[in-house]
């Protein structure tokens, strides 16, 4: 079982960036799908990117394309959410899913195998 810890949170202003990590240990995550979402408080769980281990392939909410990208580095099993032009429509605490069962419900958090604590993300206007 692989296991996840994010980092990288913290409270910035309006348009500004933040680079949120996800580590795991336990076994290599080269080929697995993994995601990041978001939880606001009063509000469900919601997607926001996820990669592809096989292929590379990557997709984003709506709310964040353009301004989020997800990418990751197998050499250090790291996934990492970079955010720019943040607003704080962004508020929220951020979580990385680990081992998708299938790509193409990428999106849907019960896809997801595993999951960490979470790394709150907080952007005041």
């Known amino acids: 079982q692989v296991h996840v810890v994010e980092s990288g949170g913290g409270l910035v202003q309006t348009g500004d960036s933040l680079r949120l990590s996800c580590v795991a240990s336990?076994?290599?995550?080269?080929?697995?799908?993994m995601g990041w979402f978001r939880q606001a408080p009063g509000k469900e769980r919601e997607f926001v990117a996820a990669?592809?281990?096989?292929?590379?392939?990557?997709s984003y909410a709506g709310s964040v394309k353009g301004r989020f990208t997800i990418s990751r580095d197998n050499a250090k099993n790291t996934v990492y959410l970079q955010m720019n032009s943040l607003k704080p429509e962004d508020t929220a605490v951020y979580y990385c899913?680990?081992?998708?069962?299938?790509?193409?419900?990428?999106?849907?958090?019960?896809?997801?195998?595993?999951w960490g604590q979470g790394t709150q993300v907080t952007v005041s206007s």
């Open positions: 899913a680990a081992d998708g069962l299938s790509w193409f419900r990428s999106t849907q958090p019960g896809n997801y195998e595993n």
């Open positions: 336990g076994r290599t995550i080269s080929t697995s799908t």
């Open positions: 990669t592809r281990g096989i292929g590379g392939s990557t």
